[in-house]
Nanobody, 119 residues
Framework: QVLLVESGGGLVQAGGSLRLSCAAS????????MGWFRQAPGKEREFVAAISWRSSFSSTSDSVKGRFTISRDNANNTVHLQMNSLKPEDTAVYYCACNVLGTSTYDYWGQGTQVTVSS
């Protein structure tokens, strides 16, 4: 099992920045891909960004491309999401998730962290 704990959410004005972090513990040797998702009130959960734990692969959704950057710190089993030029529509609960080797889904999820962007 992999335990994921997010941090770094909060309230920020439009145009501001936040950095989310997700610390993984447990069977971290099995982690393959780490991802960030978000869910706004009344909306479905959507993909934000993902990064491979073992290669240079990363992916970012079109809605945040150029503003959000995903990065990893393998030594500390942590993935970060740097969010710049935030917009009110970025307001959501942000979830960290991981895919483990041998599966095709995101197998473990964090509890989520609230990001609120005021206009």
């Amino acid at each position: 099992q992999v335990l994921l704990v997010e941090s770094g959410g909060g309230l920020v004005q439009a145009g501001g920045s936040l950095r989310l972090s997700c610390a993984a513990s447990g069977r971290t040797f099995s982690v393959n891909i780490m991802g960030w998702f978000r869910q706004a009130p009344g909306k479905e959960r959507e993909f934000v960004a993902a990064i491979s734990w073992r290669s240079s692969f990363s992916s970012t959704s079109d809605s945040v491309k150029g503003r959000f950057t995903i990065s990893r710190d393998n030594a500390n089993n942590t993935v970060h999401l740097q969010m710049n030029s935030l917009k009110p529509e970025d307001t959501a609960v942000y979830y960290c998730a991981c895919n483990v080797l041998g599966t095709s889904t995101y197998d473990y999820w964090g509890q989520g962290t609230q990001v609120t962007v005021s206009s």
